[in-house]
Structure formats: C-alpha cells, structure tokens
C-alpha cells in the first residue's frame, strides 16, 4: 500500500492552524509573564520595607535618608543604609526595567560600586531628606528624617514605588517641560508626591516655603516646572510633567507597585497615587504621612 503524501494544501492549512494558535497564545505567555515580574516586584518592595522596618529598630524609631550628605562617591542612599538588614542583592533590582530603564536606572551603591540598585525610589520628601549643604536657605542645613512613630496614617502613606525618576533637568526653561521631555538619570532612587511639601516634611527640598518660583515651579530652585491641575487652585495642567518630580512609573501595565509604610503592598494608577480623595484635583494624601488632602 503506497503512502500517502500531504498535499501542499493540507500543508499550509496546519501551518495556518499552528500560526492561529501560536497568536492566540504569546498574548496569555506574555500576560502571564508580565503578571510574574508584577509578584515578584511587589515581593521585592515587601522586603525592602522589611529591611527598612527593621533599620529604624535601630536607629531609635527614625527612618532612613533618601541621600546622605556628600562624600563619599557613590554617594550614601536609602538602599545602603537599610544593606545590612536586606543583603539578597536581587531585591533591590525591579524585573519590570525595560532597557531604556536599565540604561538610566542603575544607580551604584555606596558600600560597593560594583552593584548597582534601581526601579524603585523612596518617599524622602516625607520620610527622610539627608541632603545638607551649607550655602542652601535655613532649615536646609539639618537633614530632615521622620521617625515612623510620626507617621499618623501608615497603611496610606508611601514608603516605596516604582520611579521613572526625573525628566532633563534645564537651568533656564522658562516655557516649562512637557510630556516629551527625556528622562535623565536624575532622581532615579526616589518618588515625589504631585506638590513639594509645604508646611511639614522636607518642605519642598529646598525651598522653605514650599512655593513657586515665577509661577510654574514645583518647589525647587534652579528650572521651571509646569503646574499641575489642583495646585494652588490651577484648573489645569500648564505645561505638563513637572521639571525635578521624580515620577512614579506605571511599569505593571499602567500601574505603579508601591509599599505602604505598614509593610502592605498594593497597585494603583498613577492618577490614584496623586488623588488621595478621588476629586479630580491633585493632593498629597499618599504622601504626607495623614492621610490629607490639605496637607503639604
């Protein structure tokens, strides 16, 4: 009995048929993978917290410095300081880094230059701001840090969260950034709320007022930022993205992994990071440490 051959219709139907369900299955494999950086971050953000958690056991309640002050170089951070109670290098590294994020991101520790930490950046502008520079304004010659016992709302406030850091910083950029602005590598280890902090904090960074500067600042000095929907009653957004805000980046398909100062890790949109009261208007009630939306 002769065998018979496929003929070269039959051939391309299976082909057509494995090509069908070759598409309908990398949409789930990629899904599916996606899902498993997503864990695996929120994972790494718990045991940062816990390594945080227990640096201020040591540290009589107070938390860590998003930076300390200069030298060395590398310059002392928040993933330094918390080392010693966190040392499984892999943690302090997100698996949801795209290349361009990988190309920017790294930032080297201190203790060892040779690793390098990032995707994830800290809330300094509430917890802890460790800078100190003599020749900047009164009070920013003391470095700031909360004690977390000062933190009176710790399941909604900030510890960490997925950073796209800043975008190019400009000295003179009177017409403000916008959205196409490139991201530089500035600020790529922390997370700022929408408003600089104001009245309490690190009021701002570097600004004791916490105010603008010609109107579309964002509270620091040096560059023009635009001003956001909310702030100091703006009905909108002028002209986008602020200068020297390190943003929150939404890498888990539009949503930013965050940890709350009470070990608990949650996602949300970045509009839901920056509208505690879901108004419309910007506040800084993930941020501050209350829960508030009018305070800063």
Known sequence: MRNR????????????????????????????LATA??????????????????????????????????????????????????TMREMYLS??????????????FAHDPTMTFGGYGYNYQYLGNGRHVATWSSPYNVPFHARISSIQSPSNTIMLC????????????ASGQTMDSPWSKNGVYTSDPPLASRNIGSMGS??????????LNYGYMGGVDGVLKGEDGATRSIPGDPLCRATPAGRNLGKVNAVYCDGHADTSTPMELDDFDGDGNVDNGFWNGFASTNRR
């Open 5 to 32: 051959a496929f003929t070269l219709i039959e051939l391309l139907v299976v082909i057509a048929i494995l090509a069908t369900l070759i598409a309908l299955l990398v949409p789930t494999i990629q899904s599916t």
């Open 95 to 108: 698996p949801q880094l795209n290349n361009s994020d990988l190309g920017r991101m790294l930032t080297p």
């Open 206 to 215: 570097r600004r004791a007022d916490g105010s603008s500067s010609n109107g």
């Open 162 to 173: 997925d950073t796209e850091g800043t975008k190019a910083e400009q000295s003179n950029n």
């Open 37 to 86: 950086r997503s864990n695996k971050s929120i994972g790494n953000l718990r045991q940062l917290a816990m390594g945080i958690s227990l640096y201020t056991l040591d540290q009589k309640g107070y938390l860590p410095a998003g930076a300390y002050p200069s030298p060395p170089t590398p310059r002392i951070r928040w993933a330094d300081a918390i080392w010693p109670y966190m």
